[in-house]
């Protein structure tokens, strides 16, 4: 216990750790404010922490056994393992709550829509739809069943799978992305230092010229035309950002980040090489998955759900193969949990924040706005929470039940009277008896109201789209500048002060 109490205060110290460089990185010198970096900062871990619950659910599911199907002596009672679970499954509950009750804090209109949706959630009609023969949907009757008939917790459910929804389009627009970009600018790198100053010295010659010669149109005492006038105004305003970008590349080019960047580039272009081919897997996975379910589950009247898997998935065999040897499947579901936070926040950081068409906010190291940073929290929030969903749907088998295994009873003829029985292991899947296998609670959770289940199916196949689109784009713009991001046309001079100084 004292060992696990360890290791989870420094997992703490170093998401924190993590939270404060990543924000103050980021955050504007002019516009911070104590109270928002200290919630960017909350936010952000808060975001991060409750990623790794998925694992530890799994963890513990998995813990109640032996290796050989039996269930250790204080899983052997039903109710003990009946409140492990229900304490699993009050903690999905407790943390997005915490989402909830920080939402309520902020808007009221943000609370209308709360009590509605919970309200919704409360007497929305959950009765299984009526019995047939199917094997598979008797289990998906089980599966409503199986999280009580309460109002309260289902109110919840519901709430929190709406803003379930909006994290979807999040992952769509933002993780997706994130996926294709952060590998490909680690493989491409950036643009010699050297060079773009050349080409903006050339630039700055080029537009004082052209100055120069409208100027000189009213040497004589003539006004000039408001076209020209208007042209003049536009070449002194490009004029003022060529002349930042050369401040900014000078220091670039005497920045030491910018040399040790120039001499690790072998490590990033095997790093990002490394990432696109963890992205193609999961991209493969999430196809399989979901052709699994188009071809394999009771319809979409059930929110396509199935138990295990019946096609070949290479991730969910992956972490199968690892269970042998602990913990090297729960380093790996933990890594993947990481991956899908860490390229949200890369597709973040190179998008933007969007409403529909129109760009609200930009994310610049050292010039991102308080209420930009605020956002950027409140996505990778709603993000983590369709995080569950994305990694079901990459290892559907896994997910569900962990590395459990149970007893099957096999009886073979004998030499003497009688057969003889043979008790053998198999990995926990949709023919193991209910009492022999425990159902994951984020599983249950996910598939409380099968109209999410089904939307989110079909998010499934708009995300493999949104990443096949953003891995285009990618390979087709060039190579980022050394000072991407850096200087824009509608900074002022005065933010220039602390690169300067």
Known sequence: ASICSVLTSSSLCVILAFCWIYIRKFQSRQE???????????????????????????????????????YKEWAANNETRGQIEDTVLYGYYKKNWYLLKNALKYTIGFTIVCVVLLLIGAFVPLQPPPSQNSTQWDKVQYLFEELGSSHGLPALSFSISSLTLIGMLAVITYTAYGMSVLPLNLIKGTRSVLYERLENTEDIDDVEHQIEKLKSKCKDGRPLSSRDRHNLQELEGKLQVLRRRGRHLEIAERNCCTKVGSALRPFKILLGVFFILVALLFIVALFISNLDKALHSAGISTGFIIFGTNLTNPLNELLLALQPVFPLDYILITVITMYFVLTSMAGIRNMGIWFFWIRLYKIRPKRTRPQALLFLCMILLLIVLHTSYMIYSLAPQYVMYGSQKYLVQTQMPSPGPGNTTFATTRICDADAPEDQCTVTRSYLFLHKFWFFSTIYYFGNWAFIGAFLIGLVVSCCRGKKSVIEGEVEADDSDLSDDEYVH
Not at 39 to 64: E, K, R, Y
């Open 32 to 70: 911070s404010e104590v109270v928002s970096t200290i919630t960017a900062i909350c936010a952000l871990a808060i975001a991060l922490i409750t990623s790794a619950l998925l694992p530890v659910d799994i963890f513990l599911v998995s813990f109640m056994k032996y290796p050989n199907g039996t």
